[in-house]
């Protein structure tokens, strides 16, 4: 790592969190970026892992949620996504970092003598390796938001939070703001929120050598002022900067909350910046669609990680972001590929309008995403294949359609006699975890007259990729004789990107993961035609009830 760059313009704003996990810093933190760039600052976020994993790439979905990837090929923690959502900045592999890279550098330059035969210690080594991230991937931007990730008083995040301490002291106090978000509990027996989870998280913070600026009361009922005076005393922050983060419909109304309670200007009062009046037109359109739509789908989806919905996170926001822009509230049912081996298709598919699949590892819950495909092939149901959804689209035709009794991935089974979907041979060489992936954005060629083509209106598309294994072109002419269209290829026509079927009204899939770029004022175009499709398909009755946009949506269907 490279000694810090010197930052004189960059302002610093440092998102803690406490009591509980799972508050929402993520959407906090995005949220603030948003206003921010409102006022027409530029900004960039950082998310700071105490985990020492080195990425979350080799993590089960069950424990870390989605893993999201940007464009340079990084696979970054979830909250990246948010970032990417809420605002216009472009995240690298520089814009998440864990424990496990910051000790994996410390100890690589102790191996080459950077440190001259010294004792390697937490302090400074550990703290100027986090120091030294942090300050090197601002760009000069005019504020950088970090958040640490974990709770304070969680041992892994000492290291980090140690390190933003001291940045107060090396780049001023005007320059450094901290932010901690906390939680209010409403304790049903007394009927009251109580306070001192918040006093006592400031408190540990405080021990740290942290004094909070601001406080983000995490609620599910308003804070009276009387309640936000007793927590600035306790806090000893302004009363002003005790700001209520009370529980929306939306996620997408956060920033539009957070607005109301002044937080935006406390911000910039107390970073000494001047700014613009914030313009906050287009969220006030977004919040309006949500809370107005014409009216409602279902869609399935049939997935391996269905009991941990952040698994499908960036996935579940892009069909939100298709809804709003068609104007109808989309309803999930997440349905459990395992039941479907179990229970067959028909019933658990019965009260759908279209259905997705989506990407994951594994040969657990294969044979029952073929059953889905097979069925929603027959009965004409809009269908949506990411990643493995795509591959197992490519299986299901060829068994079915091909007349390969056999076919199957060579992920699932070496000895298949047709591997339709096999790694390729420069590839199979590489051992070492995630060496084997294609990660980050590739280009793509879109073919004309297709479904691809009317989503993207143009020939030539980047997308972002996570996957090992591809569509074998041996059996690729024996797949369009079937009724397969490749809609989109890479440039040389090597491997295929975008499958359709052409015997049915929407049938599409594709080896990249769309929803990493689907933004609520940009929704992706895949998204946008999907759902349209399923809005085409509804059979007149009324959707399931359900979540509203940015929801949990429908637990998927289990025994």
Same mark, same amino acid.
């Given at each position: 790592?490279?000694?810090?760059?010197?930052?004189?313009?960059?302002?610093?704003?440092?998102?803690?969190?406490?009591?509980?996990?799972?508050?929402?810093?993520?959407?906090?933190?995005?949220?603030?970026?948003?206003?921010?760039?409102?006022?027409?600052? %530029?900004?960039?976020?950082?998310?700071?892992?105490?985990?020492?994993?080195?990425?979350?790439? %080799?993590?089960?979905?069950?424990?870390?949620?989605?893993?999201?990837?940007?464009?340079?090929? +990084?696979?970054?923690?979830?909250?990246?996504?948010?970032?990417?959502?809420?605002?216009? +900045?472009?995240? %690298?592999?520089?814009?998440?970092?864990? %424990?496990?890279?910051?000790?994996?550098?410390?100890?690589?330059?102790?191996?080459?003598?950077?440190?001259?035969?010294?004792?390697?210690?937490?302090?400074?080594?550990?703290?100027?390796?986090?120091? +030294?991230?942090?300050?090197?991937?601002?760009?000069?931007?005019?504020?950088?938001?970090?958040?640490? $990730?974990?709770?304070?008083?969680?041992?892994?995040?000492?290291?980090?939070?140690?390190?933003?301490?001291?940045?107060?002291?090396?780049?001023?106090?005007?320059?450094?703001?901290?932010?901690?978000?906390?939680?209010?509990?409403?304790?049903?027996?007394?009927? =009251?929120?109580?306070?001192?989870?918040?006093?006592?998280?400031?408190?540990?913070?405080?021990?740290?050598?942290?004094?909070?600026?601001?406080?983000? !009361?995490?609620?599910?009922?308003?804070?009276?002022?009387?309640?936000? +005076?007793?927590?600035?005393?306790?806090?000893?922050?302004?009363?002003?900067?005790?700001?209520?983060?009370?529980?929306?419909? !939306?996620?997408?109304?956060?920033?539009?909350?957070?607005?109301?309670?002044?937080?935006?200007?406390?911000?910039? #009062?107390?970073?000494?910046?001047?700014?613009?009046?914030?313009?906050?037109?287009?969220?006030?359109?977004?919040?309006?669609?949500?809370?107005?739509?014409?009216?409602?789908?279902?869609?399935?989806?049939? &997935?391996?990680?269905?009991?941990?919905?952040?698994?499908?996170?960036?996935?579940?926001?892009?069909?939100?972001?298709? &809804?709003?822009?068609?104007?109808?509230?989309?309803?999930?049912?997440?349905?459990?590929?395992?039941?479907?081996?179990?229970?067959?298709?028909?019933?658990?598919?019965?009260?759908?309008?279209?259905?997705?699949?989506?990407?994951?590892? &594994?040969?657990?819950?294969?044979?029952?995403?073929?059953?889905?495909?097979?069925?929603?092939?027959?009965?004409?149901?809009?269908?949506?294949?990411? !990643?493995? $959804?795509?591959?197992?689209?490519?299986?299901?035709?060829?068994?079915?359609?091909?007349?390969?009794?056999?076919?199957?991935?060579?992920?699932?089974?070496?000895?298949?006699?047709? @591997?339709?979907?096999?790694?390729?041979? =420069?590839?199979?060489?590489?051992?070492?975890?995630?060496?084997?992936?294609?990660?980050?954005?590739? @280009?793509?060629?879109?073919?004309?007259?297709?479904?691809?083509? #009317?989503?993207?209106? #143009?020939?030539?598309?980047?997308?972002?990729?996570?996957?090992?294994?591809?569509?074998?072109?041996?059996?690729?002419?024996?797949? =369009?004789?079937?009724?397969?269209?490749?809609?989109?290829?890479?440039?040389?026509?090597?491997?295929?990107?975008?499958? =359709?079927?052409?015997?049915?009204?929407?049938?599409? $899939? !594709?080896?990249?993961?769309?929803?990493?770029?689907?933004?609520?004022?940009?929704?992706?175009?895949?998204?946008?035609?999907?759902?349209?499709?399923?809005?085409?398909?509804?059979?007149?009755?009324?959707?399931?009830?359900?979540?509203?946009?940015?929801?949990?949506?429908?637990?998927?269907?289990?025994?």
């Amino acid at each position: 790592m490279a000694e810090p760059k010197k930052h004189i313009k960059t302002k610093f704003i440092f998102v803690t969190g406490g009591v509980v996990s799972s508050l929402g810093k993520g959407i906090a933190s995005a949220s603030i970026g948003a206003l921010l760039e409102s006022r027409g600052l %530029t900004i960039t976020l950082q998310k700071l892992d105490p985990y020492i994993n080195v990425d979350p790439g %080799t993590m089960s979905p069950f424990q870390h949620g989605e893993v999201f990837v940007t464009d340079d090929g +990084a696979e970054t923690d979830l909250d990246l996504g948010h970032y990417e959502r809420f605002t216009s +900045a472009k995240l %690298t592999k520089r814009n998440n970092f864990t %424990t496990g890279q910051i000790y994996d550098a410390v100890i690589t330059k102790e191996r080459r003598g950077d440190y001259l035969g010294g004792t390697v210690q937490v302090i400074p080594h550990v703290t100027d390796e986090i120091k +030294a991230n942090i300050l090197n991937m601002t760009d000069g931007v005019d504020v950088a938001i970090i958040e640490i $990730g974990g709770t304070v008083g969680d041992i892994e995040s000492l290291p980090f939070l140690e390190a933003i301490r001291q940045l107060r002291f090396d780049l001023g106090k005007e320059n450094v703001l901290y932010i901690h978000l906390t939680l209010i509990p409403f304790i049903n027996t007394a009927g =009251e929120l109580k306070t001192k989870p918040t006093q006592h998280s400031v408190n540990k913070l405080r021990e740290i050598g942290i004094q909070p600026d601001i406080l983000l !009361c995490r609620t599910s009922r308003p804070l009276s002022p009387e309640i936000k +005076a007793k927590i600035a005393l306790f806090g000893n922050v302004d009363r002003d900067a005790v700001i209520t983060a009370k529980d929306v419909e !939306c996620v997408y109304e956060v920033p539009l909350a957070f607005h109301n309670e002044g937080l935006d200007e406390k911000v910039i #009062k107390l970073l000494n910046i001047w700014t613009r009046s914030p313009k906050l037109e287009q969220w006030e359109r977004i919040a309006k669609k949500v809370k107005n739509p014409k009216s409602g789908i279902t869609i399935g989806i049939v &997935g391996k990680y269905v009991d941990l919905q952040d698994s499908y996170k960036s996935l579940h926001e892009a069909l939100v972001h298709g &809804g709003i822009t068609n104007n109808v509230c989309v309803n999930f049912v997440y349905i459990d590929s395992e039941e479907i081996e179990k229970a067959g298709p028909r019933h658990l598919l019965k009260d759908v309008d279209a259905v997705l699949v989506p990407g994951g590892f &594994g040969s657990r819950g294969i044979e029952g995403k073929i059953s889905t495909i097979q069925y929603v092939r027959e009965k004409k149901i809009p269908f949506f294949g990411i !990643c493995l $959804g795509m591959q197992v689209a490519a299986i299901e035709i060829a068994r079915n359609l091909c007349g390969l009794k056999d076919a199957n991935s060579s992920e699932f089974n070496v000895d298949t006699p047709h @591997p339709v979907i096999d790694m390729m041979l =420069e590839q199979k060489n590489i051992t070492s975890k995630g060496g084997t992936m294609r990660l980050g954005a590739y @280009p793509c060629i879109v073919k004309k007259g297709t479904l691809a083509f #009317k989503a993207y209106g #143009k020939v030539e598309i980047s997308e972002r990729h996570r996957h090992r294994y591809e569509v074998n072109n041996i059996y690729r002419e024996n797949m =369009e004789k079937a009724g397969v269209v490749f809609s989109g290829l890479s440039p040389d026509g090597g491997l295929v990107e975008i499958m =359709e079927y052409k015997n049915h009204p929407w049938f599409l $899939g !594709c080896q990249f993961h769309p929803e990493f770029k689907s933004r609520p004022m940009q929704p992706h175009p895949l998204f946008e035609e999907f759902v349209k499709a399923a809005i085409q398909n509804k059979k007149g009755k009324p959707a399931l009830a359900g979540s509203k946009h940015g929801g949990q949506g429908i637990r998927g269907r289990k025994k």
